[in-house]
């Protein structure tokens, strides 16, 4: 793993992280600057319209970009962490439009990938997290693949990939309608 304050300075100048999830490589950004969030979606050629998601460590994380929920709602988005889950969640008025996609949810998960919660934790902070790739292709899952696909554009922190096959399931947390199996 690189050095902790090396990505978190990284994170905070702006810079893209390759790393690996629960079933490929992630992309990812701190989530609260607009600089990084439009180069990970030039990387990928990715329509800023379909928003991100952003992966955290715990909970707490995600706070800042949450709307306020009854406590059925969270228990319910809670019993799904931490895993392959991402919730459609109402979002704060403090969360960037950027990461909504012009939607009034955001894709938030607390993830069950070891490296990725690690790298979360590093960080002091949750991060943005869309597969690796560009869009419509097929997901990075080695190091060597990010490498090859964004080269000096992004730091890869090499590590393995989860054992799911599929990526995290999508689902609407008001609604409970599922977008993504």
Same mark, same amino acid.
């Given at each position: 793993?690189?050095?902790?304050?090396?990505?978190?300075?990284?994170?905070?100048?702006?810079?893209?992280?390759?790393?690996?999830?629960?079933?490929c490589?992630?992309?990812?950004?701190?989530?609260?600057?607009?600089?990084?969030? #439009?180069?990970?979606?030039?990387?990928?050629?990715?329509? &800023?319209?379909? $928003?991100?998601?952003?992966?955290?460590?715990?909970?707490?994380?995600?706070? %800042?970009?949450?709307? &306020?929920?009854? @406590?059925?709602?969270?228990?319910?988005?809670?019993?799904?962490? @931490?895993?392959?889950?991402?919730?459609?969640?109402?979002?704060?008025?403090?969360?960037?439009?950027? =990461?909504?996609? $012009?939607?009034?949810?955001?894709?938030?998960?607390?993830?069950?990938?070891? $490296?990725?919660?690690r790298?979360?934790?590093?960080?002091?902070?949750?991060?943005?997290?869309?597969?690796a790739? =560009?869009? $419509?292709?097929? @997901?990075?899952?080695?190091?060597?693949?990010?490498?090859?696909?964004?080269?000096?554009?992004?730091?890869?922190? %090499?590590? %393995?990939?989860?054992?799911?096959?599929?990526?995290?399931?999508?689902?609407?947390?008001?609604?409970?309608?599922?977008? #993504?199996?």
């Open positions: 793993m690189h050095d902790a304050a090396r990505i978190r300075r990284y994170l905070k100048r702006g810079g893209v992280i390759a790393y690996p999830t629960e079933s490589y992630g992309l990812g950004c701190d989530p609260r600057n607009p600089r990084a969030v #439009r180069r990970v979606l030039a990387l990928k050629r990715r329509s &800023p319209a379909k $928003g991100m998601i952003v992966i955290a460590a715990s909970a707490r994380q995600l706070l %800042p970009y949450l709307a &306020p929920l009854p @406590p059925a709602l969270r228990r319910d988005m809670r019993a799904a962490w @931490p895993g392959p889950h991402t919730w459609l969640v109402p979002a704060s008025t403090r969360c960037p439009v950027f =990461l909504r996609g $012009g939607h009034d949810t955001v894709a938030v998960r607390v993830t069950a990938h070891r $490296g990725a919660a790298l979360c934790r590093l960080a002091g902070m949750a991060l943005v997290s869309t597969s790739n =560009l869009s $419509g292709g097929k @997901p990075a899952k080695t190091a060597e693949e990010c490498m090859r696909l964004f080269g000096r554009r992004a730091m890869v922190i %090499p590590g %393995p990939i989860g054992a799911r096959r599929r990526p995290s399931t999508i689902q609407h947390l008001i609604s409970k309608q599922i977008i #993504r199996k």
